[in-house]
Nanobody, 115 residues
Framework: QVQLVESGGGLVQPGGSLRLSCTAS????????MGWYRQAPGKERELVAV???????NYADSVKGRFTISRENAKNTVYLQMNNLKPEDTAVYYC?????????WGQGTLVTVSS
């Protein structure tokens, strides 16, 4: 089974930017969609953004205009560019992909937005 590994998390000040990467151990061509979820302390996991093979991307209202999801199938990688970060964006961010009936999750990467 293909594994997903996130990277790029860390500590950033409010208003700053980070780019998360999710690299798969195999091809993501058949993954539809791929996406990012996040889970803040004491809260449930929530959708951040999804990107299908073809079609429009979708974002949570809380990140629209600030986050951008993209995928580079040739590199088996999905990205999440996060700009104008806010303290409420602090969470563990998980990469997600679905191929057929199989769902695959990464182990998560921590993003902390604090001054």
């Amino acid at each position: 089974q293909v594994q997903l590994v996130e990277s790029g998390g860390g500590l950033v000040q409010p208003g700053g930017s980070l780019r998360l990467s999710c690299t798969a151990s195999g091809s993501i061509i058949s993954f539809n969609p791929m996406g990012w979820y996040r889970q803040a302390p004491g809260k449930e996991r929530e959708l951040v953004a999804v990107i299908p093979i073809v079609g429009r991307t979708n974002y949570a209202d809380s990140v629209k205009g600030r986050f951008t999801i993209s995928r580079e199938n040739a590199k088996n990688t999905v990205y999440l560019q996060m700009n104008n970060l806010k303290p409420e964006d602090t969470a563990v961010y998980y990469c997600y992909g679905r191929t057929g009936y199989v769902e695959v999750w990464g182990q998560g990467t921590l993003v902390t937005v604090s001054s």
